[in-house]
């Protein structure tokens, strides 16, 4: 699927990558899908997160590789030349919502208040990431928002991590949950892949054992 909401769906949790060294792209991506997770976001953070996702796209095919950390239009259009399946921003500005909205390319953009999240739909974006979730409110902004907004879904992101990845599990408009602590900075900087495996197959684990429980 190539809509958002399909490709979230597929996500048990969405990896935020922060890729330093553009030779670790290719075996950090495939220690992820073989950890059973497909659908990763390349941030923009570092130098080489455009060429890490074109790295990704080309030799990974069993990977849905995507962009993050993208923060104006100029950013949308390098991640879809890229080769990104989907964008996702932090917050959402004009620029990213008009560039999105002619895109064949889906959007998934960051939003932390009921406003935001207003602006959003009225520009037909429905499946949202929520950014920063633990500092805008959590699980129970998420349970507020379903409220006025239950057609509205989410994945949240920011302060998330194994420790708290339940209450937001159980909030039925989040697909998924996305966050950086599956690919550890140590993990990255000794290129030990079989420990990032490990810790995707845990994570993929948990949340299957949370979501047969629901
Ligand atoms: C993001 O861009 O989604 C966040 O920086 C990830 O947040 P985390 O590092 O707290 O998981």
């Known amino acids: 699927m190539n809509d ?41 953070r570092t130098p080489v997160g455009l060429p890490a996702i074109s790295a990704i796209r080309e030799a990974v095919p069993d990977a849905i590789v995507g962009a993050g950390t993208v923060v104006n239009a100029a950013d949308f259009e390098a991640a879809v030349e890229a080769g990104s399946r989907f ?17 064949e390319v889906p959007l998934i953009p960051g939003v932390a208040t009921v406003s935001e999240l207003m602006r959003a739909l009225d520009y037909g974006f ?63 900087a000794a290129q030990d892949w079989d420990a990032v495996t490990a810790l995707a197959r845990a994570a993929v684990e948990h949340v299957s054992t949370f979501r047969a429980k629901q």
């Open 126 to 188: 429905d499946c949202l990431k929520f950014f920063p979730a633990e500092a805008s409110g959590g699980a129970a902004a998420l349970r507020a928002f379903a409220g006025p907004f239950p057609n509205v879904n989410f994945c949240p992101t920011g302060g998330i991590g194994l420790h708290n990845i339940d209450e937001y599990l159980g909030v039925k408009s989040v697909l998924t949950v996305g966050g950086s602590w599956l690919t550890p900075g140590s993990l990255l």
């Open 87 to 103: 964008v996702v921003t932090p917050g959402l500005t004009q620029g990213i919502l008009d560039t999105a909205s002619g895109s």
């Open 4 to 44: 958002s909401r399909g490709i979230l769906s597929q996500a048990p949790v969405v990896p935020v990558l922060a890729i330093e060294n553009l030779d670790d792209a290719i075996p950090l991506a495939e220690a992820l899908v073989s950890g059973g997770i497909p659908v990763l976001e390349v941030t923009l």
